[in-house]
């Protein structure tokens, strides 16, 4: 019994006080891409496939206000595509129809009519700001929203700064197949 107990308290500490990636030995297990679903599951997944590296993040339903950057060293990064980017858009003046008639020649006359009048912003802004760094903001509620990346020549480690609603939040970070959760950020992956 007693040994059991031991068993179950050395179990529960692994739970609560996850070892931490020493992802400069371990950066095979970003390989493959986690389990997440839009709209039920919540945080960070990051991955990659070979070269390339993909970071997305979703929400349960709640709006939340995503942000930070990945940071290369010794190295560009290189090949930036953004995923599910959305655009608001505000209609401020409907539009009116031009009156239209046919005149006793039977050509056809239009008057007046405009088109509505619309404002946009970006709601997402995924960017390259120099060579190594790309910086995000995004309002997520309940769909998915990321980017994908490649690494260039001599890229030797990656530093990715992730935040929720301006706050660190390691444990809403998984990553690769196993989606293993990080333990601190930001987070330094040690490129072979």
Not at 29 to 35: A, K, L, M, S
Not at 64 to 81: A, D, H, I, P
Not at 150 to 161: D, N, P, Q, S, W
Not at 167 to 180: D, K, L, T
């Amino acid at each position: 019994m007693k040994r059991f107990s031991v068993l179950l308290v050395s179990f529960l500490f692994v739970l609560v006080f996850p070892i931490p990636l020493s992802v400069s030995a371990q950066s095979e297990i970003f390989e493959g891409r986690p389990v997440f679903a839009e709209g039920t599951d919540f945080g960070y997944f990051l991955w990659r496939d070979g070269n390339k590296w993909h970071v997305r993040w979703t929400t349960k339903g709640r709006l939340r206000v995503f942000s930070g950057y990945v940071e290369s060293t010794g190295g560009k990064l290189k090949s930036l595509k953004r995923i599910d980017v959305e655009e608001e858009r505000k209609v401020i003046a409907p539009g009116r129809a031009p009156t239209v008639w046919v005149g006793p020649r039977g050509r056809v006359h239009s008057r007046g009519g405009r088109a509505p009048v619309v404002v946009e912003r970006k709601q997402d802004r995924i960017e390259k700001e120099g060579d190594n760094r790309i910086v995000f903001t995004a309002r997520t509620d309940k769909d998915i929203d990321g980017y994908d990346f490649e690494l260039g020549e001599g890229v030797t480690a990656l530093r990715f700064v992730l935040e929720i609603d301006g706050r660190q939040v390691p444990r809403a970070v998984e990553i690769g197949r196993n989606n293993q959760k990080a333990s601190q950020l930001p987070l330094v992956v040690r490129i072979p």
